[in-house]
């Protein structure tokens, strides 16, 4: 069955690409940038992943969990690394990837830039890798690559990043079998941190345009 997810965030080109995204790989997908009508709008009973974006103020994010987890409690909250849709999507199914990677593990090698998996049988592999190229808000902009794509054998491997995948604002996937990890490369810019909004009557963002979809309107 496949999953109901929601997106909340503030961008409305990165809610609406990242839902086009998850419905294309078959979830039942939705996104707002109206944090005060979400539990008005959206009926989460049946909610299988809620993502927050970056930009959510942070007092907003513990009232929609409370009222979440009253009329859901087996809900996974998912925090969004940045306002990426292919990387948001990714997180989505590392969210929904149940156990390890056919029997064996995957991790980020920071000092190497490198991922190192190891795998106890054969199992296809897909590495990609994401970007932030431009931050200003409310209208982010990225890049993305595949690094590798092909099946491995049994036995460890260390798969690189290469030099094109700069050293902040950007993060890595790996996809074993059925199942994904995601993870950051470089840190965020601290000049995009400091633009999150510290309570909901901060205003230092600029207005948006609405968004909240509803996932009968395909």
């Known amino acids: 069955m ?13 809610l609406l690409a990242t839902v086009d995204l998850l419905r294309a790989r078959g979830h039942s997908a939705d996104a707002t940038n109206q944090f005060d009508h979400v539990l008005e709008d959206y009926d989460v009973t049946d909610l299988d992943v809620l993502v927050f974006g970056g930009m959510v103020p942070a007092e907003t994010k513990q009232r929609l969990r409370e009222g979440i987890l009253e009329r859901n409690p ?11 849709p292919g990387l948001l999507a990714a997180q989505v199914r590392a969210a929904t990837s149940d156990g390890a990677p ?17 795998l106890d049988d054969s199992a296809p592999v897909t590495v990609e890798a994401w970007w932030g190229t431009s ?6 902009k990225s890049a993305s690559m595949y690094v590798f794509d092909d099946r491995l054998d049994a036995g460890t491997h260390i798969i690189p990043l290469p ?10 996937g790996a996809t074993v079998g059925s199942v994904t990890r995601v993870f950051a490369v470089g840190p965020m810019p601290a000049a995009v941190t400091r633009l999150a909004p510290t309570s909901a009557t901060d205003d230092r963002l600029p207005q948006v345009a609405r ?3 509803n996932s009968d309107d395909r």
Request: charged share 20%; proline share 10%; hydrophobic share 45%.
């Open 163 to 172: 030099d094109q995948v700069p050293p902040e604002a950007s993060f890595a």
């Open 2 to 14: 496949a999953e109901r997810v929601l997106v909340v965030g503030r961008s409305p080109s990165v």
């Open 135 to 140: 931050f200003v808000p409310p209208e982010p």
């Open 102 to 118: 056919d029997g064996g593990e995957v991790v980020y090698d920071a000092a190497q830039r490198s991922l190192r998996l190891t």
């Open 211 to 213: 968004v909240a979809t």
């Open 74 to 84: 087996h809900v996974t909250f998912v925090q969004g690394l940045a306002g990426i």
